[in-house]
């Protein structure tokens, strides 16, 4: 049973960072692609980032030279470092793991707030 745990959620003024931290993450061996994602009041839920097994990366358009996606395969830890962040960044943000039988796995989110 994999749970995925979100943390470092918050409240932030417009400029700021914020790092969220997702725990919980099944072997590394079983992992096709772990990915952010993030969804807003009345908005569909949106692609952040992905990070594949091979540690290939993809980032949403908006998100680029903002945001980083990193593992740690120590900690088995997905981390999302959010830097110059924005008003529009607000939502509700949400661990994922595609694993190689083609399950999805979610976490419960965490909330991060960008203040202007």
């Known amino acids: 049973q994999v749970q995925l745990v979100e943390s470092g959620g918050g409240l932030v003024q417009a400029g700021g960072s914020l790092r969220l931290s997702c725990a919980g993450l099944?072997?590394?061996?079983?992992?096709?692609?772990m990915g952010w994602y993030r969804q807003a009041p009345g908005k569909q839920r949106e692609l952040v980032a992905t990070?594949?097994?091979?540690?290939?990366?993809n980032y949403a358009d908006s998100m680029k030279g903002r945001f980083i996606i990193s593992r740690d395969n120590a900690k088995k830890t997905l981390d999302l470092q959010m830097n110059n962040l924005k008003p529009e960044d607000t939502a509700v943000y949400y661990c994922?793991?595609?694993?190689?039988?083609?399950?999805?796995?979610w976490g419960q989110g965490t909330q991060v707030t960008v203040s202007s």
């Open positions: 994922n793991v595609y694993d190689n039988w083609g399950r999805n796995h």
């Open positions: 099944p072997s590394m061996f079983s992992i096709n692609v």
């Open positions: 990070i594949t097994s091979g540690e290939v990366t």
